[in-house]
């Protein structure tokens, strides 16, 4: 259980050596009053009214209330994009880090403070272009953190550009003739990549967007969740199909598919769209914050006992 602790009362203003007031007492996290929206809530969101990525940060808003999160527990990362800048309406600890790069850097806060769990925003292009690299390397490490990617098939925020997972034939600023590209499918690639925790789900109906980030943040290990968010400005009515209210169909993982079995959930998301929404694949396998833990235990281990000046000298006689 983590903890709080309230610094030690200052001390007195003698010339004679002082003794600490004793310490306050320790306030355990379960004592603690969660945040409520209004709290946790910064700066206006900035998005075009009707933008998908609304719904998403309303229901991470939800998530902390229900949770019952504390500040210092809350960490949000993004890279850039219409959805990267999460982390600016959030306020909580974050970081709006550069193009494609928030991974690497939610690696290294997840590695080095195992108390928390990281939470990553990100779009189809942040995600699957230019951050492409770094999604699958994330993916196959297994570190502990929840990744959910906006997918809104368009570059937005430059207003318009064919993104890796645009349709064959989408018109944009870029392919004004109509997309020739294959689409990758951001659902196979995280499962092939080795993503622990694989799910999909639609800005459309919140209770499944609460729903599918519950189960990631409960699961240990790197978890992936493709949320359909639609531009409404430049890339209107994209996922109408998936949508009931538009006629479309919300179609969830059959009750029977087995989550372990990887080869059953690839064949799932190679479904045509829209496809299926809920938890594709989920998996129990040690985490690379788990494995580097060991790794510093057994080395902390072969100098215990020793002070930091024999430790170096230890490490210069080896080196002679």
Request: glycine share 8%.
């Amino acid at each position: 259980m983590s903890e709080i602790a309230i610094p030690f009362a200052p001390l007195p203003r003698t010339g004679a050596i002082a003794t600490p007031a004793e310490p306050l007492p320790v306030i355990p996290d379960t004592e603690r009053k969660g945040l409520t929206k209004k709290e946790v809530a910064a700066d206006h969101p900035t998005w075009c009214p009707g933008c998908g990525d609304f719904s998403v940060l309303a229901l991470y808003f939800k998530l902390i209330e229900k949770r019952k999160m504390v500040h210092e527990k809350i960490t949000t990362v993004a890279g850039i994009g219409c959805s990267s800048r999460f982390p600016y309406f959030v306020q909580a600890h974050g970081v709006h880090f550069i193009h494609g790069r928030a991974l690497p850097f939610a690696s290294g806060v997840s590695l080095s403070r195992p108390d928390l769990h990281v939470f990553v925003f990100g779009g189809d292009g942040d995600a699957f272009s230019i951050g492409g690299n770094h999604f699958s390397h994330t993916a196959r490490k297994n570190i502990k953190m929840t990744y959910c990617v906006m997918d809104n098939w368009v570059y937005g925020l430059t207003k318009k550009q064919t993104s890796p997972t645009s349709p064959l034939g989408f018109k944009s600023k870029t392919d004004g003739w109509g997309a020739v590209d294959y689409p990758i499918n951001p659902m196979k690639q995280a499962i092939a990549a080795g993503a622990t925790f694989v799910a999909r789900t639609t800005h459309t109906n919140p209770n499944h967007v609460l729903q599918m980030m519950e189960a990631a943040m409960d699961h240990d290990g790197f978890s992936f969740i493709e949320c359909l968010s639609e531009c409404v400005e430049f890339y209107e009515g994209a996922f109408d199909a998936s949508n009931p209210r538009k006629g479309g169909v919300f179609n969830t993982v059959p009750a029977e598919h087995d989550v372990t079995d990887e080869m059953a959930a690839y064949k799932l998301a190679d479904e045509p769209f829209p496809g299926r929404f809920g938890i594709f694949y989920k998996n129990s396998k040690p985490t690379k914050n788990t494995k580097e833990q060991e790794i510093i235990s057994a080395h902390q281990a072969k100098v215990k006992g020793l002070k930091d000046w024999e430790i170096l000298k230890k490490n210069f006689d080896r080196m002679k």
